[in-house]
């Protein structure tokens, strides 16, 4: 999936020094925005903010920029850490919004440097994927999804072939875990998925290893 296909919120930015900029294409977590317009200059200390349907204005600030060059076939974009600002008076509500742990997918810049323009795009839906299953308090199945994504990418014994079909895989299973219960595939079809996968991991023998490790949580989060 494409960076910007992936943004479905909307925001705005105020700057520290009072300008602002309206209707920002954004995919909104607890602690990090993301935001594909790379000429909007997003620096520390600036505030995003997100109007919901109830009428509440979330505000977040930012802590870390975290602008990223364009390459090897991902485009410019932020990945900004913030910090909600937004005044919650009830003690309760506070302790449901506890920031959670969160698990980032990490590729080497050698393994970018071997994938095709689709792979790429299914490593970037992945970690969109896997960090908002690990704020959402899935965190488990999150590091399952990162660790097997990490070690298909970095895999010399894989086929280009393979390796494409397994990150296509894997970016089906993050996305159906996003899911509600009724709105997924059916467990027939999402156990089929999951059996190619590791039919895959299974011709490699070192992804067998990290299958036997991970794919029993992937298999207990979707109870088949």
């Given at each position: 999936m494409p960076l910007r296909d992936m943004m479905n919120d909307t925001v705005r930015l105020i700057k520290a020094d009072g300008r602002r900029f309206d209707n920002i294409q954004a995919h909104v977590q607890s602690n990090m925005i993301f935001t594909a317009d790379a000429h909007i200059p997003i620096e520390e200390g600036d505030t995003f903010e997100r109007d919901l349907q109830s009428g509440v204005t979330e505000k977040y600030r930012v802590t870390n920029a975290g602008f990223y060059a364009a390459g090897n076939g991902i485009p410019a974009h932020y990945q900004s850490r913030v910090e909600k600002i937004t005044r919650l008076d009830n003690p309760r509500h506070q302790q449901s919004h506890l920031i959670p742990a969160n698990v980032q997918i990490h590729i080497s810049d050698s393994t970018i440097g071997i994938l095709n323009p689709g792979e790429i795009t299914n490593v970037q839906s992945l970690t969109v994927n896997v960090s908002s299953l690990a704020e959402s308090g899935n965190a488990?199945?999150?590091?399952?999804?990162?660790?097997?994504?990490?070690?298909?990418?970095?895999?010399q014994e894989l086929t280009t072939e393979q390796r494409a079909e397994a990150l296509d895989w894997l970016e089906e299973l993050s996305k159906q875990a996003n899911l509600s219960k009724e709105k997924r595939l059916k467990p027939a079809s999402l156990r089929a998925v999951a059996m190619a996968l590791a039919s895959a991991c299974s011709a490699a023998g070192g992804l067998s290893t990290v299958w036997n490790t991970w794919g029993s949580v992937i298999k207990a989060f979707f109870r088949f």
């Open positions: 488990e199945v999150a590091n399952a999804l990162k660790h097997l994504t990490e070690a298909v990418a970095a895999s």
